[in-house]
């Protein structure tokens, strides 16, 4: 019955409207600790808010009790360490706007509303990831409560079994509350926005799949397929120590995109927070997504023709395909040294469904799974990248979260079992221990004098 509950139980993607009996808006880690330990004790069901950024709507569900992180946004920088410590709440803007005052920056997504939540516990592909790694590759110490309500730090001598798990492993194994990050010195960034005409875009996906083979690791260059044209945006991060007149450079940094003849083009530097936020009002809080995903080795000229027939005979705007280029450093970090799997993969590859709730002629979802379809018959199975994994039918498929994490299943498994096994933290890509309980939606009152807000 409070006032701010229809806001607060909303999440970024407006496709997902869930109900939960309780919002605990935390504010310290004692308010988190003190809910978990209230929720596990009376068995009641529970998720975790961060950013409330993620896909698939998991952080919120109907009659269970919403653990709100996003009141802790406490960032500390140590410039001497070059290290950032930020609560879970904070979003890759707070962030980035903090971090950017000091000249250093981590890898944290393309969209600045995303929170560094999910995006680091599920691995986090970012602008800066070619050059700096994956967000989760530049987490050097986090702090998480567990479902017996306790606080552990880990790092790779604390606790090093559960600071791998968290790696790219999700947030299954507890709340955690604060993220400390290895920084990176970042000036000003060379973009470059490129439109090419659609009856080119086999020629132009052909040369993007060769250069991306070679590219440099301070080159980024995503690719759209849209109704209206092919899209490439290039980041290109210069070199500092040899930085010369940064404006006299940009045609000769981006001139395998030149040669390939847009039809109209962009060349700026801009400051990385703009760089990493430049998306942002393409996709507002609210509208609906729908995302399928898929890592690939790469793009030979069959592929290439069977993704534009896919494509194209589709005739809404809503519709697009996004390619990321991966590669750089996220190769060089060994297959087991996280959970993130597909390390070897040159790009990975989604489809992008954006509407209104008033475009109820169209069912934007079906476009998603055929091409949720298309890519498992084209890679022979290969999963998706887990912060964009989503099904509105099939929550947490054994079969699919294995695919996901590959050969770090088993290994996962083993830490899930002795750090939560009772599977309480289970709204996510969920790795089912043994022992699992079952935990009932509830309503509950409580007396409690928390510094959090309840609605």
């Given at each position: 019955?409070?006032?701010?509950?229809?806001?607060?139980?909303?999440?970024?993607?407006?496709?997902?409207?869930?109900?939960?009996?309780?919002?605990?808006?935390?504010?310290?880690?004692?308010?988190?600790?003190?809910?978990?330990?209230?929720?596990?004790?009376?068995?009641?069901?529970?998720?975790?808010?961060?950013?409330?950024?993620?896909?698939?709507?998991?952080?919120?569900?109907?009659?269970?009790?919403?653990?709100?992180?996003?009141?802790?946004?406490?960032?500390?920088?140590?410039?001497?360490?070059?290290t950032a410590k930020a609560e879970a709440g904070c979003t890759w803007g707070d962030f980035d706007k903090e971090t950017a005052k000091y000249g250093m920056h981590t890898p944290g997504g393309l969209i600045s509303t995303t929170g560094i939540a999910g995006l680091t516990l599920g691995g986090g592909i970012g602008w800066l990831s070619r050059k700096h790694g994956l967000s989760c590759d530049n987490l050097l110490n986090a702090e998480i409560v567990?479902?017996?309500?306790?606080?552990?730090?880990?790092?790779?001598?604390?606790?090093?079994?559960?600071?791998?798990?968290?790696?790219?492993?999700?947030?299954?194994?507890?709340?955690?509350?604060?993220?400390?990050?290895?920084?990176?010195?970042?000036?000003?960034?060379?973009?470059?926005?490129?439109?090419?005409?659609?009856?080119?875009?086999?020629?132009?996906?052909?040369?993007?799949?060769?250069?991306?083979?070679?590219?440099?690791?301070?080159?980024?260059?995503?690719?759209?397929?849209t109704q209206s044209s092919i899209l490439i945006i290039a980041s290109y991060f210069p070199n500092l120590?040899?930085?010369?007149?940064?404006?006299?450079?940009?045609?000769?940094?981006?001139?395998?995109?030149?040669?390939?003849?847009?039809?109209?083009?962009?060349?700026?530097?801009?400051?990385?927070?703009?760089l990493n936020s430049m998306f942002d009002s393409g996709v507002p809080s609210g509208k609906n997504y729908y995302w399928k995903s898929s890592f690939l080795d790469n793009m030979d000229d069959q592929f290439i023709k069977n993704l534009l027939d896919f494509y194209y005979p589709c005739k809404y705007f809503q519709n697009s395909i996004e390619i990321v280029p991966l590669g750089g450093a996220i190769k060089k970090v060994g297959w087991d040294e996280t959970p993130f799997t597909n390390r070897?993969?040159?790009?990975?590859?989604?489809?992008?469904?954006?509407?209104?709730?008033?475009?109820?002629?169209?069912?934007?979802?079906?476009?998603?799974?055929?091409?949720?379809?298309?890519?498992?018959?084209?890679?022979?199975?290969?999963?998706?990248?887990?912060?964009?994994?989503?099904?509105?039918?099939?929550?947490?498929?054994?079969?699919?979260?294995?695919?996901?994490?590959?050969?770090?299943?088993?290994?996962?498994?083993?830490?899930?079992e002795d750090y939560d096994p009772e599977n309480f933290f289970h709204h996510n890509q969920n790795i089912k221990p043994t022992k699992a309980l079952e935990w009932k939606p509830i309503s509950i009152e409580t007396d409690s004098n928390w510094s959090c807000t309840l609605l």
């Open positions: 019955s409070h006032s701010d509950y229809e806001k607060q139980r909303k999440v970024w993607n407006g496709l997902i409207d869930k109900k939960p009996a309780v919002i605990v808006r935390c504010k310290t880690v004692k308010d988190v600790e003190q809910i978990v330990t209230l929720c596990h004790k009376h068995g009641i069901d529970c998720t975790i808010r961060g950013g409330g950024h993620g896909i698939a709507g998991r952080a919120v569900s109907d009659g269970a009790v919403l653990i709100d992180l996003s009141l802790m946004k406490k960032i500390e920088v140590s410039v001497s360490e070059k567990t479902y017996e309500g306790k606080t552990l730090t880990v790092s790779k001598d604390e606790n090093p079994d559960l600071y791998w798990a968290i790696r790219g492993g999700g947030g299954q194994f507890g709340v955690v509350t604060s993220f400390t990050f290895r920084l990176h010195p970042v000036k000003n960034v060379h973009l470059g926005r490129f439109h090419y005409e659609v009856s080119k875009a086999f020629d132009v996906l052909k040369k993007y799949n060769s250069f991306c083979k070679d590219a440099p690791e301070n080159m980024s260059a995503y690719l759209f397929i120590e040899n930085e010369t007149s940064e404006k006299d450079t940009l045609n000769e940094d981006f001139k395998f995109f030149l040669d390939l003849n847009p039809i109209l083009q962009k060349l700026e530097v801009v400051a990385y927070p703009e070897e993969a040159l790009f990975e590859i989604h489809s992008i469904s954006v509407w209104d709730h008033t475009d109820k002629l169209v069912d934007f979802t079906s476009f998603g799974n055929q091409f949720g379809h298309f890519l498992n018959t084209e890679t022979k199975g290969k999963a998706g990248y887990l912060n964009i994994e989503m099904n509105l039918t099939v929550d947490r498929n054994d079969t699919r979260v294995r695919k996901l994490f590959g050969k770090n299943y088993e290994r996962l498994l083993n830490v899930k």
